[in-house]
């Protein structure tokens, strides 16, 4: 799984493969979050973000 610097989603392997919604939606808003705060470190906002 690859977020691209366009914010877009792209799968690591095959193109049919179905990515989570709620994963999308968490990323989204991970990223939407590290624009209105860019005081916050974007490598720990992921991380923590991504957790399940």
Not at 16 to 41: G, N, S, T
Request: negative net charge.
């Amino acid at each position: 799984l690859v977020l691209t610097d366009e914010g877009r989603l792209a799968a690591s392997g095959p193109p049919d493969e179905v990515l989570h919604e709620d994963l999308i939606a968490r990323v989204f808003h991970m990223k939407a979050a590290v624009r209105h705060a860019p005081d916050v470190p974007p490598r720990i906002t992921y991380q923590e973000g991504l957790k399940v």
